[in-house]
């Protein structure tokens, strides 16, 4: 299932639902978590969205919690990319794309405040903490914009009002 957005008279914005070789997108996929062998635990299980203006811009994956919540797991945009919007389309996309099987989105990220800001920017709400998530869960320390990550902070969506 394809979305297209026309941007302008030329480009158009085109957001794909990836069901095979997901793993051709491990470049964009490690810029939000750095480590494959988690990445690997979700990316068979998960749908992987692709966003494409002209080119690849961004990707995500979605998996199921339980039958009433499903849980981003991974959105990364490359770099240069950043700050034009595209993150925040394919949240705007999965959420309304998953509203009619499920009641709330949940995302977990590291306590990074420009990173929390974006998500609740895009309607999530803090909802709880896995205390010690990445010193306990990854190979060697993490770092997102210079914060060292510790917990887990998760946000919640409500996606049926």
Not at 64 to 85: F, H, M, S
């Amino acid at each position: 299932m394809d979305l297209l957005w026309k941007t302008t008279d030329k480009a158009v914005i085109r957001i794909e639902r990836v069901t095979e070789n997901k793993k051709q997108f491990l470049d964009l996929l490690l810029l939000a978590d750095e480590q494959e062998d988690m990445i690997d635990k979700y990316l068979s299980s998960g749908d992987l969205f692709a966003l494409y203006d002209d080119d690849l811009k961004s990707i995500c994956v979605v998996v199921p919690v339980n039958d009433d919540v499903c849980e981003l797991k991974n959105i990364a945009t490359y770099e240069q990319y950043r700050g034009k919007g595209y993150g925040r389309r394919l949240i705007n996309y999965i959420s309304d794309f998953y509203k009619k099987d499920y009641k709330a989105m949940l995302v977990g990220t590291g306590e990074v405040p420009a990173i929390l800001l974006f998500y609740e920017g895009c309607g999530f709400k803090k909802s709880h903490r896995i205390e010690n998530f990445f010193t306990n869960n990854y190979d060697r320390p993490i770092f997102e914009r210079d914060i060292q990550l510790v917990d887990m902070i998760y946000l919640r969506k409500e996606l049926k009002i």
